[in-house]
């Protein structure tokens, strides 16, 4: 059973920092690409950011450009979302995607539950 | 980048009636198109990709359809189960990008 779990979402004030982490089970999971897609409260879907199974294609929203980098440890099966500059337009739910394919363009056939990063001073 | 313009934002729709879903594209995504549905209080589930090919585990009264920029997405026969915002989402050009969604409420 495909399983993606989030952490590291929480309060935190502008312009600080905060890293999201991604820990996937139950399918290889140096075989496909991998995204970050956020929801703010009450809203819609955005992408955030994508990386292909090797991270040699890497892309992001540029709403988080220069701001978010995008990493995985395949070794460890690890996703990560490092955000840097935090604003409050930032908060959001944040989730993890399994991508259908190694390609970083793709659709998401699997999400994790999700978690929460509140920018607030 | 392109743009996602789903319409209606709101649908009312009796059970055991049809839904159609509307999404446009501001330029051609030839089929790189899929719907994603998502009930309150939990995470989007993949419902079509490739503009027409049905998910795992969702039935066959869900169908899409289309290419380029214009794209449907129809339940045949709603259920109580369906009703749920539904999204699509593009990932021929970079950055993949979602409509607004919209909402299949009951009437």
């Known amino acids: 059973e495909v399983q993606l779990v989030e952490s590291g979402g929480g309060l935190v004030q502008p312009g600080r920092s905060l890293r999201l982490s991604c820990a996937a089970s139950?399918?290889?999971?140096?075989?496909?690409?991998m995204h970050w897609v956020r929801q703010a409260p009450g809203k819609g879907l955005e992408w955030v950011s994508g990386i292909s199974w090797n991270s040699g294609s890497i892309g992001y929203a540029d709403s988080v450009k220069g701001r978010f980098t995008i990493s995985r440890d395949n070794a460890k099966n690890l996703l990560y979302l490092q955000m840097n500059s935090l604003r409050p337009e930032d908060t959001a739910l944040y989730y993890c995607?399994?991508?259908?394919?190694?390609?970083?363009?793709?659709?998401?056939?699997?999400w994790g539950q999700g978690t929460l990063v509140t920018v607030s001073s | 980048e392109i743009v996602m313009t789903q319409s209606p934002a709101t649908l009312s729709v009796s059970p055991g009636e049809r839904a159609t879903l509307s999404c446009r594209a501001s330029?051609?995504?030839?089929?790189?198109l899929a719907w994603y549905q998502q009930k309150p209080g939990q995470a989007p589930r993949l419902l079509i990709y490739?503009?027409?090919t049905r998910a795992t585990g969702f039935p066959a009264r869900f169908s899409g359809s289309g290419s380029g920029t214009e794209f449907t997405l129809t339940i045949s026969s709603l259920q109580s189960e369906d009703f749920a915002v539904y999204y699509c989402q593009q990932y021929n050009n970079w950055p993949p990008t979602f409509g607004g969604g919209t909402k299949v409420e009951i009437k």
């Open positions: 995607a399994k991508g259908r394919s190694t390609g970083s363009l793709e659709s998401s056939d699997y």
């Open positions: 139950g399918f290889s999971f140096d075989d496909y690409a």
């Open positions: 330029q051609s995504v030839y089929s790189n």
């Open positions: 490739g503009a027409s």
